[in-house]
């Protein structure tokens, strides 16, 4: 039995949408309806590291009813996102995938599917 859900995805060769706040704020609420969560207030969108390309670029945080949705978009060189989702409830990976996809269109993604659970340490 599993504590909690989490899909880790890696993308790389994503398109511009990863540089635009308002798109990325549409994906997360279109990811959060298509997953079947509730949203906890609104979602935190934040541009990092400008000046440093390798770095730069939006980190994102929703919460969700059971836990949260985490995302870090590099916007340049390689327009890549990194995306977590976890959940106690569980979830469809596929249906976060093709949100993924429609919405960045990655060139490739390697994606985890974990079940997460609590072991006692003795």
């Known amino acids: ?3 909690g859900y989490h899909l880790i995805l890696d993308c790389g060769g994503c398109n511009e949408n990863v540089s ?3 798109i990325i704020r549409e994906m997360l609420k279109t990811l959060v ?3 079947d969560m509730k949203a906890v207030g609104d979602p935190i969108i934040k ?3 400008p000046g440093e390309p ?3 670029g ?3 945080l929703q ?3 059971t836990s949260s949705i985490t995302m870090h978009l590099n916007d340049a060189p390689e327009s ?3 995306i977590d989702v976890f959940s106690c409830k569980d979830f469809k990976e596929s249906d976060a995938i093709a949100v993924v996809k429609e919405f960045f269109a990655p060139e490739d993604i390697k994606s985890q599917f974990l079940h997460r659970q609590a072991k006692k340490i003795s």
């Open 1 to 3: 039995m599993s504590w």
């Open 20 to 22: 635009d706040p308002a």
């Open 33 to 35: 309806e298509r997953i």
């Open 47 to 49: 541009f990092l590291k």
């Open 54 to 56: 390798h770095l730069q």
């Open 58 to 60: 939006y980190s994102c």
């Open 63 to 65: 919460l969700i009813e």
């Open 80 to 82: 890549s996102a990194y």
